[in-house]
């Protein structure tokens, strides 16, 4: 069966409730309540939409993508002792040897 995006919330309460979760209500118009999600758009807003002008999808999604990149692997975040959150990882030659037993 397939809900459209305006069912989506109303379902996936129901299921929640189904399984015993609680969720955390937050008013709306009241931005301050998820201080994760309004500190990530405002890092967003500061580092790449107000320095950039769009001129079509693509060139966006490429900007886009480039910064989620720099944000995920490169970015040192507070929260984490100044660390990235995902690090590229770059394997050695050595550690791409696969062992004997799995040639």
Aim: charged share 20%.
């Amino acid at each position: 069966m397939y809900y459209g995006p305006e069912f989506v919330a109303q379902v996936l309460r129901d299921w929640l409730k189904e399984i015993g979760v609680q969720t955390a209500y937050i008013e709306p118009g009241s931005p301050w309540e998820n201080g994760f999600c309004e500190s990530f758009n405002g890092t967003l807003r500061d580092e790449l939409l107000n320095g950039e002008i769009f001129y079509n999808l693509e060139e966006a999604k490429v900007l886009v993508e480039q910064w989620r990149q720099h944000y995920n692997q490169v970015r040192p975040h507070s929260s984490l002792d100044y660390r990235p959150p995902a690090p590229q990882v770059i394997l050695s030659r050595i550690t791409q040897i696969q062992p004997s037993y799995m040639q």
